[in-house]
């Protein structure tokens, strides 16, 4: 079987390197002069809400004991996560955003399909899988915006902070002979980022937006990639609260090293997401 196991939430170390994230950029606000923004960005914008997407997963676990055992293309139906956003214009140009999303999910059926391309022959799961995996994801960038007027275009660069917690376990033969796979913990990582946005005002209370990002990450024991992608449209009915409707894609390929076996993670998604966002 395979499992992929999570731990708690928040912990204070976690609690420590996100917010040390998502401050670094904010205490630098006083020092610059504030201009007349583009009708397209905000002063200040807090965003609550969730992304209901429909995943496709896999993952792999390589142990030089047991050879590679693989899931099928696992599609276990659709999963809400909660996502926090904030935005923060210094000037009239530029500009600091945070990003912040958990995909957890569970699976539990058969392990049919799973197999061996490593020197050990043929690897055939006994019995069901389980799988569970948790991701954490946040992100924090400096944004140029070009142009000043209804639409602007966005230049990022930043910083991107993942945590993956995985176990893996598996009872399988491997030329008629039992064995079994036991790995598991937890890896985190900070690698770079880029980023594309546009922004569009049809109206102060009415704008478009599309954003694009990457992460990229080689080496370490926690490596891999990450690619966001999202377009929506933003409404205010009052003044300084609205809400975001938008469709994004997310695809993540992921590898976790440890002594003894190496769990790599492969997830695609993509869904609507909703939030209620503030702007000041």
Known sequence: MLLLRSRPFASPARLTALGALAGVGFLFAPALAWAEPSPALDRFSFSVGAFNADPKFNASVTSPYTGTLRTRDLEPGRVTMPRITADLLLGDSHGISFDYYRYKRDYFGSAAGSDSFGGFGTVSA??????????????????????????????????AYYRIESNASALVAVNGRVNTINEGGSD??????????????????????????????????????IYNASAGVEWFPV????VVLAYGVTNIDLERESRTAETRLRVKMHGPSAFVKARF
């Not at 069901?128 to 400096?142: D, G, R």
């Not at 594309?196 to 891999?224: E, Q, T, Y």
């Not at 003044?239 to 609205?242: D, L, S």
């Open 126 to 159: 006994l019995g069901n899988a389980s799988i569970n995996t948790k991701l954490e994801f946040a992100k924090l960038s400096y944004k140029w915006w070009l142009g000043s007027g209804n639409t602007v275009f966005g230049l990022g660069a930043g910083a």
């Open 239 to 242: 003044k300084n609260v609205g």
């Open 188 to 225: 985190n990582a900070v690698a770079p980022m880029l980023e594309l946005g546009v922004r569009h005002a049809i109206s102060p209370d009415l704008r478009l937006f599309a954003d694009v990002s990457g992460v990229r990450k080689g080496g370490g024991r926690l490596h891999g990639n």
